[in-house]
């Protein structure tokens, strides 16, 4: 799908301006998108599937979509970068959707345009702000020039080749700091542990008394399991002062009190998983957002105090039965892509909207190569079991049905062909899904 070139309406329509008119056609303003991750790519993709859509017009920089929960096995080369990384002009094609590769920097919600990086003023029927996170260094010296991040495919490619550096060096002693116990903390530690074959001790520092603190107890036992079977040790209560070029400054607290210490750790890179923060346009008049900076939003997904603007995802404040913010999890901002399409259209039309309603279907966590932990709609399963459902699980999910079916195939066309990503034997490799 070829991109907008921005000064151009890309929604002509000459055959709905009616026979005898006089006044020149306008087309009608599109619905715009801000951000082409999980919620708004779902988004378009859901309005593009509806009986008689609305224009769209989706506003996203990059050049593919990145399927985040698999990143972890494109670092192991156990998936492809096309299967988890696909191409938005691959996945927008004929389906009725303009794509500008740009970056919102402003909205002007009085006036119903938006203003880009590169200039261009676009006017909108309504706005959808599904622009994410971003990683959070916290202020921490240090932590934006030494430490690695892991949200792209720059990312990966920097990660895999510390990987090689440090299995081709062999020196004793090396070290790498995994910094956050979440699950991208837990599932990285995994996986890292298992491409560098005991190379290099890894150490995963938590601030928090536990790692996986808002997982199923399961899948936090099944994690734990895993990082002691892979030697990686887990450093609790323990926080990051700052981060310098071969070495890292910690402090410990001990959980009973008494005195803290500090340590400086050498290490021979430090990857950065320890939380992220929104990164929303700014919005004039302000927007209402809470403690976090993420947007308040109705029950229906629109903003508090702008009606004609949406959001969902990280960047969306929405709460749950119980009055709490919905995590923003990938599982989250599929669901509520749907719902907001609905309301979209509901809303163009002048009917009622609905709100939206969160369905935990449970959680999945990768736990090394050929390995995954998983609890919900009633099961509970580790291994390479889980490792196959977690997989057959996000195909499909992956964007857009032509899409899955070409990973499909590329899957099956792959069963029985081993794959270890160093080229090196470790026992038994697992197959590729």
């Known amino acids: 799908m070829a991109e907008t070139s921005g000064d151009r309406t890309p929604f002509p329509n000459p055959a709905d301006a009616g026979a005898g008119s006089t006044a020149p056609w306008e087309p009608p303003h599109p619905v715009v998108i801000v951000g082409g991750g999980f919620g708004g790519l779902y ?101 934006g020039g030494h430490a690695l991040q892991f949200r792209s495919l720059e990312d990966v490619e920097r990660l895999q080749a510390l990987v090689q550096r440090l299995r081709a060096q062999q020196r004793p002693l090396q070290r790498l700091a995994i910094v956050g116990a979440g699950a991208s903390g837990v599932e990285l530690a995994c996986k890292l542990a298992d491409l560098l074959q005991g190379h290099a ?27 002691l079977r892979r030697d990686v040790r887990l450093r609790t209560h323990t926080r990051v002062e700052g981060v310098e070029a071969g070495r890292v400054r910690l402090r410990h607290e001990p959980a009973g009190g008494g005195a803290a210490n500090t340590e400086h750790l050498n290490v021979d890179g430090v990857v950065w998983t320890a939380g992220v923060t929104v990164a929303a346009p700014a919005i004039t008049p302000v927007a209402a957002t809470d403690r976090r900076g993420r947007l308040l939003c109705h029950p229906d997904l629109s903003l508090v105090q702008h009606p004609h603007l949406y959001a969902l995802g990280d960047v969306a404040h929405v709460a749950d039965a119980d009055g709490e913010p919905l995590a923003g999890t990938a599982q989250v901002a599929f669901q509520q892509a749907d719902n907001l399409a609905d309301n979209l259209i509901r809303s163009l039309a002048g009917e009622p909207t609905t709100p939206f309603r969160w369905n935990d279907l449970g959680e999945m966590i990768s736990l090394g190569i050929g390995e995954a932990s998983l609890t919900g709609l009633g099961l509970t399963l580790a291994g390479s079991a889980a490792y196959r459902l977690r997989q057959l699980t996000y195909l499909g999910r992956l964007p857009g049905l032509p ?25 038994t490799p697992p197959p590729r899904p």
């Open 43 to 143: 988004t378009a993709l859901a309005l593009a599937a509806r009986r008689d859509p609305p224009p769209v017009l989706l506003v996203e920089p990059n050049e593919r979509f990145v399927f985040l929960p698999l990143l972890y096995e494109l670092l192991s080369d156990e998936l492809r970068a096309w299967e988890v990384a696909p191409r938005y002009a691959s996945l927008l094609a004929s389906r009725g959707i303009a794509w500008l590769r740009d970056r919102v920097a402003s909205v002007d919600a009085a006036a119903g345009t938006v203003t880009t990086t590169q200039g261009r003023c676009l006017p909108y029927s309504r706005l959808v702000v599904a622009t994410g996170s971003r990683a959070n260094d916290f202020g921490i010296p240090g932590v």
């Open 201 to 227: 001790v890894l150490e995963l520092v938590e601030q928090g008394a536990e790692l996986l603190p808002e997982a199923r107890a399961f899948n936090r036992e099944q994690a734990r399991a895993a990082l």
């Open 403 to 427: 899409h899955q079916l070409r990973v499909a195939a590329g899957w099956l066309s792959d069963l029985g062909r081993p794959l270890f990503a160093t080229g090196e034997p470790a026992g």
